[in-house]
């Protein structure tokens, strides 16, 4: 079912499965010969979440050369690579906490943070804060299911359940956020699932919400003309048959916004950040992983890191 302004979804469904998805493939790279990352807990809470589809490949009993065996060709990107692009993704944004973190900076703000467990395995100052914001469903099942583990944050970790629909910002005062002081602020895989109008909006509010010295890390994903918008439908169909195939059910297509939106680095620019843009390729290569070729997927997307 497409995406409508008021949907809803679970870790299982919808876009809340490209959480687990995500996960497992954090669980994949972290299994990999040379890791980049190190995510023990990705594969637990895609177990808990309980689609057999990405508990067996976030277990190993699924590998990637599984899924991309007889491929066609016509998907936007085999597993395998997707798997290295989480490495890549995950690297990026672990690494921007750290510098921020070096710079002085002591509150960060993880929107929409999913099955992300960066306040359990990143090592954090003794004074740092951290704010998880996602919908309440998704704060309550990790925090239940790392607490089932024995797992205990490694940070004040503050979390905020709310829907980034609604007033986010009041929700993260209450919880305790200090708007004066510089923050540190994350949307990882977030932008392509919100319309161009919201992806607007939602970079206005960080900006309003951030003191000087804050540093922001986000994704900008393509604008997507309406000629070539059937293009990637029709190669995010190809992916979602082959998932098909291995028993897991959903249209990719249908999660996405599509259409003309700001380019991310002009827009901060234009509001007073400093940016730095690093293309897909340029950081698989830092990190040691083939790059991609140009129509594979998610290689014209780029990455963000911005300073006010």
Avoid: C
Wanted: charged share 25%; hydrophobic share 40%; proline share 6%.
């Amino acid at each position: 079912m497409p995406r409508t302004a008021d949907d809803t979804w679970d870790l299982a469904s919808s876009v809340g499965a490209t959480a687990t998805m995500v996960a497992a493939a954090r669980a994949v790279a972290t299994r990999a010969q040379q890791p980049v990352i190190n995510d023990p807990f990705a594969e637990p809470l895609v177990r808990a979440v309980g689609v057999d589809f990405f508990t067996r490949l976030a277990s190993g009993e699924l590998t990637p050369a599984d899924l991309d065996t007889g491929n066609s060709g016509e998907s936007p990107v085999g597993m395998s690579r997707f798997a290295d692009g989480m490495a890549a993704r995950t690297r990026f944004f672990d690494d921007f906490f750290a510098a921020a973190v070096d710079s002085g900076v002591r509150q960060a703000v993880i929107l929409a943070s999913g099955l992300d467990a960066r306040g359990y395995r990143l090592t954090w100052p003794d004074d740092m804060t951290l704010f998880e914001i996602d919908q309440p469903e998704v704060i309550e099942f990790k925090a239940t299911t790392l607490a089932g583990l024995g797992a205990r944050p490694s940070t004040e970790l503050k979390t905020v359940p709310v829907d980034l629909r609604n007033d986010w910002p009041a929700a993260l005062a209450e919880a305790g956020f200090d708007a004066t002081a510089p923050t540190a602020w994350i949307a990882e895989g977030l932008l392509g699932y919100l319309p161009p109008d919201a992806q607007d909006r939602l970079l206005d509010t960080i900006g309003e919400l951030s003191a000087p010295g804050s540093r922001l890390a986000v994704e900008s994903v393509p604008s997507h003309h309406e000629a070539d918008q059937e293009e990637m439908r029709e190669k995010m169909q190809a992916s979602t048959d082959t998932w098909r195939s291995h028993g897991f059910d959903l249209d990719f297509s249908e999660l996405v916004f599509l259409g003309d939106r700001n380019d991310v680095v002009d827009y901060l620019r234009e509001r007073g950040w400093t940016v730095e843009a690093t293309p897909t390729n340029d950081l698989l290569v830092r990190y040691g992983l083939q790059p991609l070729d140009s129509d594979e997927g998610f290689a014209d997307v780029v990455y963000v890191s911005a300073a006010k």
